[in-house]
């Protein structure tokens, strides 16, 4: 086997035993900027390409609070409903739009609850995908896991996307009728 071989299996096991922190295990105390990188960037370090490119900045978290996306913080802290929409954002921004992130954030539903079904869906999808890496496929075999991996997200990400632009479209009927009202 080659050392990248070896790596990519590495990965793929320790894939398969990791779980996004669940709401309980978030920080219960507020945190600043740089404790929220920290943690952040533990959390969501098997997501990354290499330690080099974090999926999550100071500036990305700026931008969000900027655009509506995650709430203000309280005197410059973030607490667990701050952390929760920040971590789901540096994730699904990797598949769809800011538009599309805030459509799923903007249901009725409460923060815990919206974070624990996103932490059991990727969970669940991580554990499920890193578990067919096979011990014994070669270099081939392994790229073609990836381009079918890489079109089973793309399709995946067009579904999500017609769902949610369908989302949208419904709440800015509903808008506009309160508006004539």
Do not use: C
């Amino acid at each position: 086997m080659s050392k990248s071989t070896d790596s990519i299996l590495e990965w793929a096991k320790q894939a398969e035993q990791y779980g996004l922190p669940e709401w309980e295990k978030l920080p219960s105390i507020p945190l600043y900027m740089d404790q929220v990188m920290m943690f952040t960037g533990e959390a969501l370090a098997p997501f990354e390409r290499d330690e080099k490119q974090s999926l999550l900045t100071s500036s990305m978290i700026n931008n969000y609070v900027k655009n509506g996306l995650v709430d203000h913080p309280v005197h410059k802290k973030y607490a667990r409903e701050h952390l929760s929409k920040l971590m789901m954002t540096s994730m699904l921004k990797q598949v769809l739009s800011i538009q599309d992130i805030s459509v799923l954030f903007s249901g009725s539903e409460a923060p815990e609850t919206l974070y624990a079904a996103f932490v059991s869906a990727q969970d669940s999808a991580l554990h499920e995908t890193a578990a067919q890496i096979q011990p014994e496929a070669d270099e081939a075999q392994l790229r073609a896991m990836a381009l079918r991996l890489a079109a089973e997200a793309n399709a995946r990400r067009a579904v999500a996307e017609r769902i949610l632009a369908g989302l949208s479209e419904k709440k800015e009927k509903k808008s506009a009728e309160k508006s004539k009202k």
